[in-house]
């Protein structure tokens, strides 16, 4: 997902020819959609079976994507902004404007999930439904339907971490896989089932 959602946004900029802000847009949406269908044809089917299924057949697909991404955009790397950036010297820091408005959006954005997950009905039904499933459905919570909001929640924060490389360095086919390894570390070291 962060590599579809960082080629359809420099997809949408640089070959469109759209302003920065709707390809972003454009990017967050196409995202989703490639993730509600990922969700429905690779990851509910097999997550009835066994709930760690998904892994395997998502890392297979996450294989197919980057061939298609392949021979759609070439193996050359594609940056969102070329050669725009504008670089401020701080201290012995150098910083591009658009890295700082990075780093402010992705506290923020972690800070409201955080609230939604910790303040609200809605979190405390997620932490539910990860801590016990079964008893958390048996208490009318809706744990499908929580299911497909939460891949599509990562799903669109994987789709940003895409843009975010795009805009701040290149975008390569091979990129994916880098990720990946990256990820499943994370999720050995926090543990599965643990949002931060």
């Known amino acids: 997902m962060v590599l579809v959602g960082g080629y359809i946004t420099w997809w949408l900029h640089q070959s469109l020819g759209l302003p920065l802000y709707a390809s972003i ?27 760690f299924l998904p892994l395997v057949t998502t890392i297979a697909l996450s294989m197919i994507l980057d061939g298609i991404l392949l021979l759609l955009f070439g193996s050359s790397p594609k940056s969102i902004i070329p050669g725009t950036k504008h670089i401020m010297h701080i201290a012995n820091v150098y ?13 923020a954005i972690l800070c409201a999930f955080a609230y ?9 039904k997620i932490r539910a439904v990860v801590q016990n499933e079964h008893a958390a459905m048996s208490l009318g919570i809706k744990a499908p339907l929580l299911h497909l909001c939460i891949f599509l929640v990562s799903g669109i924060f994987a789709t940003l ?32 089932g643990n949002f931060w």
């Not at 910083?95 to 506290?107: G, K, P």
């Not at 939604?116 to 405390?124: E, F, K, P, W």
């Open 116 to 124: 939604v997950l910790h303040s609200t009905s809605m979190g405390r």
């Open 25 to 51: 847009i454009g990017g967050i949406i196409g995202g989703t959609i490639v993730t509600y269908l990922i969700f429905e044809l690779f990851v509910k089917p097999f997550y009835r079976n066994h709930r």
């Open 161 to 192: 971490g895409g843009i975010y490389i795009g805009i701040d360095t290149n975008l390569s086919p091979t990129l994916g896989f880098a990720i990946t390894i990256k990820a499943y570390a994370a999720i050995i070291a926090g543990g599965k």
């Open 95 to 107: 910083l591009s404007i658009e890295q700082i408005i990075m780093v402010l959006l992705t506290a």
